[in-house]
């Protein structure tokens, strides 16, 4: 048998494969509400989670509310309004 020898970056290798390992983690944990509560959490506590963390976050949003959130307060306001039988909430830019 001959011996297989890793390549020499073999560890820059092994750092894709945790990153997409967690990534695949954080991409089911967005699916629902409490998952993504979940990976805000872990985003602003896990130095090392947090690029995989906030790439699940921004790749599926429900909405623009968490885009227009990011802007300075200043710029945006929140009002709530009855349509039809339900409550919304509008951003006034």
Same mark, same amino acid.
Do not use: K
């Given at each position: 048998?001959?011996?297989?020898?890793?390549?020499?970056?073999? =560890?820059?290798?092994?750092?894709?494969?945790?990153?997409?390992? &967690? %990534?695949?983690?954080?991409?089911?944990? +967005?699916?629902? /509400? #409490?998952?993504?509560?979940?990976?805000?959490?872990?985003?602003? =506590?896990?130095?090392?989670?947090?690029?995989?963390?906030?790439? &699940? %976050?921004?790749?599926?949003?429900?909405? +623009?509310?968490? /885009? #227009?959130?990011?802007?300075?307060?200043?710029?945006?306001?929140?009002?709530?309004?009855?349509?039809?039988?339900?409550?919304?909430?509008?951003?006034?830019?």
């Amino acid at each position: 048998m001959v011996p297989v020898t890793p390549p020499s970056n073999s =560890s820059r290798y092994l750092v894709i494969a945790i990153y997409d390992i &967690a %990534l695949t983690i954080c991409e089911e944990l +967005a699916n629902d /509400l #409490i998952g993504r509560a979940t990976l805000v959490a872990v985003a602003r =506590s896990s130095r090392i989670l947090s690029e995989a963390a906030l790439a &699940a %976050l921004w790749q599926n949003i429900p909405d +623009a509310g968490p /885009l #227009i959130r990011t802007l300075p307060e200043d710029c945006w306001e929140r009002e709530s309004v009855t349509w039809p039988d339900e409550m919304i909430h509008v951003f006034l830019i």
